[in-house]
């Protein structure tokens, strides 16, 4: 087995409820998000990892799921919840280092647009474009570093399994690729492959 096929990967996918199989009916409404989030998931099946560990929210664990499903994926999952609030503990189930598959379901803002969700929030843009940047870059330390109380503000439903992953992934070193980014319906979406080298 190669170094790279050693290596623990990380998929980081969005969470809309519209990734979920009742959606994607005659017209599917997130074609492109939904292609790049499944041939992600695909890359994190690859070298075969004996379970999936799914970092999110419960609407997240659902989605991520589903999405392993979609990639063919019929071994263990194990869902890991993240604090949604301050206050609200850790999952004691959690990592403590990254496994061999982990699949991080996150959003970024929903208000990035007058039509958005949360309708428009000037702060919206540079946040995500913040979280942006340190997706592409492998930056754990900029994800693990994400304004929890301005994430609640831009229904950034995303920030704590992003905060999360941050903290999970320290100071190893990562190469990262992006496969998708943009805001369908006003939301903050990523699709991101990340090799943990070290």
Known sequence: MSADAAA???AVVPSPPALLPSYAGRQDPLPEVRAA???ACRWLLAPGPSEVVVLADALGARVGVSLLAAAGWTGAVRAVGVPGEAGVPPDPGAP?????ALLVVADGSARRTEKAPGHLD????????RTGRALAAGDAATL?????????????A?????RALGA????RSVSAEVDYEGDPFGVAYWVVRWTCRS
């Open 96 to 100: 403590a280092a990254p496994p061999d």
């Open 37 to 39: 989030a499944v041939e």
């Open 8 to 10: 623990p990967r990380i």
């Open 144 to 156: 693990a570093d994400l304004d929890t109380d301005l994430g609640v503000e831009l229904l950034a």
């Open 122 to 129: 000037g702060r919206a843009h540079p946040y995500d474009e």
């Open 168 to 171: 999970l992934v320290g100071t």
């Open 158 to 162: 995303g920030t704590p399994a992003l």
